[in-house]
Antibody, heavy 119, light 107 residues
Framework: QVQLIQSRAEVKKPGASVRVSCKAS????????FTWVRQAPGQGLEWMGR????????HYAPKLQDRVTMTTDTSSSTVYMDLRSLRSDDTAMYYC?????????????WGQGTLVTVS | EIVLTQSPGTLSLSPGESATLSCRAS???????LAWYQQRPGLAPRLLIY???SRATGIPDRFSGSGSGTDFTLTISRLEPEDFAVYYC?????????FGQGTKVEI
């Protein structure tokens, strides 16, 4: 079955950068897009962006466009999310998620989450 | 961007009752691009409904979705103890994709 395994929790200082990884298994990696969603403590879900491993195309949330980069490594079936110039309000649980199916963009599979603390 | 407004913010119900959750979009959204997720405390969200009304694999039939255009509804009939959680709608038809702010269903 499809599994998404994310990297461990991180603690970063303001102004630093963080990289969160998400390793996929159980299906053909390049066939589906991946999305990053974050959730600040006690808050709702925030869509950060989407990447297609097939062609590398990305779409980012306008408020994060200048600080976020999403990439993929097809050789290891891993998706990466880099966030720069960290601020205290970037403290959140970061989730990667995969499309449910071909041309079905709902997020059918989720990683376990990676807590990023900026302090 | 499309703003999704969920109501009510909190729904206080008892097991066995039914819940009706609303998701209103600031612009028309294609039915094929409207999804609902459930999030229990401490866990990642889980897809419940995609395409406005199709249940994801393993989702019980007490969950149903309906609606079109700007108004969508998630109905939970016969609430079970494990259904008390936060529910989010999401549109994935236009970038940036967006989530509603969530509805908490509490006992």
């Amino acid at each position: 079955q499809v599994q998404l395994i994310q990297s461990r929790a991180e603690v970063k200082k303001p102004g630093a950068s963080v990289r969160v990884s998400c390793k996929a298994s159980g299906d053909t990696f390049a066939d589906y897009s991946f999305t990053w969603v974050r959730q600040a403590p006690g808050q709702g879900l925030e869509w950060m962006g989407r990447i297609s491993p097939y062609n590398g195309n990305t779409h980012y949330a306008p408020k994060l466009q200048d600080r976020v980069t999403m990439t993929t490594d097809t050789s290891s079936s891993t998706v990466y999310m880099d966030l720069r110039s960290l601020r205290s309000d970037d403290t959140a649980m970061y989730y990667c998620a995969r499309d449910l199916g071909f041309a079905e963009l709902s997020l059918g599979f989720w990683g376990q989450g990676t807590l990023v603390t900026v302090s | 961007e499309i703003v999704l407004t969920q109501s009510p913010g909190t729904l206080s119900l008892s097991p066995g009752e039914s819940a009706t959750l609303s998701c209103r979009a600031s612009e028309s959204v294609s039915r094929s691009h409207l999804a609902w997720y459930q999030q229990r405390p401490g866990l990642a969200p889980r897809l419940l409904i995609y395409g406005a009304s199709s249940r994801a694999t393993g989702i019980p039939d007490r969950f149903s979705g309906s609606g079109s255009g700007t108004d969508f509804t998630l109905t939970i009939s016969r609430l079970e103890p494990e259904d008390f959680a936060v529910y989010y709608c999401q549109q994935n038809g236009f970038s940036p994709e967006t989530f509603g702010q969530g509805t908490k269903v509490e006992i």
